[in-house]
């Protein structure tokens, strides 16, 4: 042994960070939850010092962690508390320490800092709608949900967060007022939150359409990073992003967003289907015979291609495919032909 090589003192300040450090590590590992092994070596940790004990469930305390306090209260008694003057040095070390910890703990135990009640879910429901059904619901908080044809949509409401996830479809929500547990709609990839307000939101294949209807709403990309909507990173969006107000839409996932204002009677044309109408105001024929088809199970064929740009005005049942197409008829000498049970061919009349 080299004579020249002092053995370095462990100081009691040196011992109590290592305590602490040991401490945290042990509330991020319960946090994502102890394997058999980990389980014995932290009995082990534990009944090594007194220190060891105390200094855990300090920092369970002072995390506000309370599935870990309670893991530990499981496992080993609650060490007495000890009345000495230098405990409120060893607090305010201890939140000294919390910015140092507080990475640590992100990058160990993920997302899981947030608290139990952020991430408790309260209630649950799925909602699934067939060809040319529709639905309304009063949910739990007492928004007034409307669910549109051929669309499946998970509500979850938790304490600090209400979130919509839109998988297909189309609904418009009436969010009831709660400034302190925000409304998020989740889908394509976009999230629109609201607080107490009014809209509609549609998946067009890859694009997401919104349609304010009352109040204001704020939008924002869903971040690759956190793809589970129930555990976001934060709750509220920032008051810096974008926001569309009554009367205005978008479609949210195009390379370049823009806002438009509407006039009142498209939107009502456009949410006549809460009534169950379908409600056309100069559309092409091929557009409105692809509305017509999402509440009826059959296409259309048009072999006339100049029929593809005959404008189409009036008022149809959604279920009401037979008068959709005596119209046709009608008013542009429109015939059909049924070649099957799902397929129709619409030709000009010689």
């Not at 694009?207 to 009352?214: A, D, G, H, N």
């Not at 810096?240 to 839409?249: I, N, R, T």
């Not at 509440?295 to 009036?314: K, M, R, S, W």
């Not at 059909?336 to 000009?348: A, E, F, G, H, M």
Request: hydrophobic content about 40%.
């Amino acid at each position: 042994m080299n004579n020249n090589v002092v053995p370095i003192r462990t100081t009691a300040k040196a011992a109590n960070n290592s305590a602490l450090d040991s401490a945290a590590e042990w509330i991020a590992k319960m946090d994502r939850g102890l394997s058999l092994e980990e389980e014995q070596q932290l009995k082990t940790w534990l009944q090594s010092s007194e220190e060891h004990r105390e200094m855990l469930f300090k920092m369970a305390k002072l995390w506000d962690n309370m599935a870990a306090l309670e893991r530990l209260k499981s496992l080993f008694p609650e060490p007495p508390v000890k009345q000495s003057r230098r405990a409120p040095l060893a607090m305010a070390a201890s939140v000294a320490f919390i910015a140092m910890l507080f990475t640590f703990l992100w990058l160990s135990a993920g997302d899981s800092w947030l608290s139990d009640s952020e991430l408790v879910v309260l209630s649950e429901q799925r909602f699934e709608t067939g060809t040319g059904d529709s639905k309304k619901v009063t949910l739990s908080d007492g928004s007034l949900l409307s669910v549109n044809t051929n669309t499946s949509v998970k509500v979850t409401f938790m304490e600090q967060q209400r979130v919509i996830e839109l998988f297909e479809g189309e609904i418009h929500i009436q969010v009831a007022h709660n400034t302190e547990r925000p409304l998020s709609v989740y889908a394509a990839g976009q999230i629109i939150q609201a607080v107490g307000t009014a809209f509609n939101v549609e998946l067009l294949e890859d694009q997401v359409e919104l349609i304010v209807t009352e109040g204001k709403v704020r939008v924002a990309r869903q971040a690759e990073d956190q793809p589970d909507p129930l555990r976001p990173m934060q709750n509220r969006l920032d008051d810096s992003l974008p926001s569309l107000v009554q009367g205005q839409k978008s479609l949210l996932t195009v390379a370049a967003p823009t806002i438009e204002t509407v006039e009142t009677a498209d939107i009502n044309a456009a949410l006549s289907w809460q009534q169950g109408n379908l409600v056309f105001r100069g559309e092409p024929l091929q557009q409105v015979l692809a509305e017509v088809s999402r509440y009826n199970a059959v296409t259309f064929e048009l072999p006339q291609n100049e029929l593809n740009h005959i404008q189409v005005a009036g008022l149809f049942k959604t279920n009401d495919l037979n008068g959709f197409l005596s119209a046709l008829q009608q008013n542009f000498a429109i015939e059909n032909q049924r070649t099957s049970d799902n397929r129709i061919v619409l030709r000009r009349g010689s």
